[in-house]
């Protein structure tokens, strides 16, 4: 299931445009949430450095839902355009059903030097970062300037 939505406030000048797809819990979920997250940032006309890092962004948070977390996967992306100030921020979000038993297949074929630097890279590019509890699961995301 796909969504996407925009919003405008005149009276604060803010447009904000969201996109949120569900994700198969497979390692394939990885390519298509970035291919999905190039296409819609690109549409919303973000500048391509921007588009790059969080793709990468999307990439990390996607690998480790479905390496470490159950189903369901899902991806949420959203722009917030304040036109007062020129501020631009893209906030990627990725929630999913809580922690595993047991960890992916990719996470238990290698050794802990191949792996677990995802959460340095995720900081190193954003603007803030955290994790959130949801009804059924959890959720990481990440903003990032998008200007």
Do not use: F
């Amino acid at each position: 299931m796909t969504h996407w939505y925009a919003t405008s406030s005149p009276a604060v000048r803010t447009d904000v445009y969201v996109y949120v797809c569900e994700l198969e819990h497979r390692a394939v979920a990885v390519a298509v949430a970035r291919r999905t997250a190039r296409t819609v940032l690109t549409g919303w006309s973000v500048p391509e450095e921007a588009v790059h890092d969080a793709v990468l962004v999307v990439s990390e948070l996607v690998t480790n839902a479905v390496e470490h977390a159950l189903p369901p996967v899902a991806l949420r992306l959203r722009l917030r355009r304040g036109e007062v100030d020129g501020t631009a921020i893209i906030r990627v979000e990725v929630t999913d059903g809580g922690p595993a038993l047991r960890h992916g297949a990719w996470a238990a074929s290698c050794g802990p030097g191949e792996h677990g630097r995802g959460a340095a890279i995720v900081d190193s590019l954003g603007v803030g970062s955290g994790i959130g509890a949801r009804s059924r699961g959890g959720a990481r995301w990440a903003e990032l300037p998008a200007a």
